[in-house]
């Protein structure tokens, strides 16, 4: 069992930033790849960025590469959001998750078997 907390979120302006972060208790936190997802209002949950257990691999989702930064560290348990040049369309509750099944970083999340409670980002134009 693993619990994930993010915080971070807030409202700001077109073209600002915020960094989101994502503490984890339980299991050992550096056996899972870590992944953030995003779900705006009406619309399918959808992945934004995964990166693996060492922290060498990285992916992102094409809407948010150039402008989104995920990286973790793995003796404080927590993975992190760097989200500069944001946009309107960027607004949505946006979740961590964990996944400790797969030999491959996944952006499914179905793959992924924790999931924290979400945080809200809202960017106004």
């Known amino acids: 069992q693993v619990h994930l907390v993010e915080s971070g979120g807030g409202l700001v302006q077109a073209g600002g930033s915020l960094r989101l972060s994502c503490a984890a208790s339980g299991r050992t936190f550096s056996i899972y790849d870590m992944g953030w997802f995003r779900q705006a209002p009406g619309k399918e949950r959808e992945f934004v960025a995964a990166?693996?257990?060492?922290?060498?691999?990285?992916k992102y989702a094409d809407s948010v590469k150039g402008r989104f930064t995920i990286s973790r560290d793995n003796a404080k348990n927590t993975v992190a959001l760097q989200m500069n040049s944001l946009k309107p369309e960027d607004t949505a509750v946006y979740y961590c998750?964990?996944?400790?099944?797969?030999?491959?970083?996944?952006?499914?999340?179905?793959?992924?078997?924790?999931w924290g409670q979400g945080t809200q980002v809202t960017v106004s134009s």
């Open positions: 998750a964990c996944n400790g099944d797969t030999p491959f970083l996944a952006t499914t999340e179905a793959r992924y078997d924790y």
């Open positions: 990166i693996s257990r060492s922290g060498s691999i990285t």
